[in-house]
């Protein structure tokens, strides 16, 4: 069974920056695209990023343009979502997924983390 595990959540003031980590096993992930999501109280579960296998592609949401980034050390099975100049909107739980087409629905991955809480405060 595949597993993600998300690390790297806490509380951060509004302007501050986090790293996100998602490690993930298996051994199919050459196949697959792995992608960051965030759900807010009340709100839909909503598209942060996503990146392919070897990193060569990254698409974002509107909202976290140049701001976040997706990378990826695929050698280490790990994901990561660096985000810069935080906003208090950007407070919600974050998940990783892996799927395997690209995609910005989140029911079009098959795989996701348990979540890690990001809080920025104003």
């Known amino acids: 069974q595949v597993q993600l595990v998300e690390s790297g959540g806490g509380l951060v003031q509004a302007g501050g920056s986090l790293t996100l980590s998602c490690a993930a096993s298996g051994r199919t992930f050459s196949s697959y695209v792995m992608g960051w999501f965030r759900q807010a109280p009340g709100k839909e579960r909503e598209f942060v990023a996503v990146?392919?296998?070897?990193?060569?592609?990254?698409y974002y949401a509107d909202s976290v343009k140049g701001r976040f980034t997706i990378s990826g050390d695929y050698t280490k099975n790990t994901v990561y979502l660096r985000m810069n100049s935080l906003k208090p909107e950007d407070t919600a739980v974050y998940y990783c997924?892996?799927?395997?087409?690209?995609?910005?629905?989140?029911?079009?991955?098959?795989?996701w983390g348990q979540g890690t809480q990001v809080t920025v405060s104003s």
């Open positions: 990146v392919n296998w070897s990193g060569s592609s990254t």
């Open positions: 997924a892996a799927g395997r087409v690209w995609a910005v629905e989140p029911n079009s991955y098959n795989y």
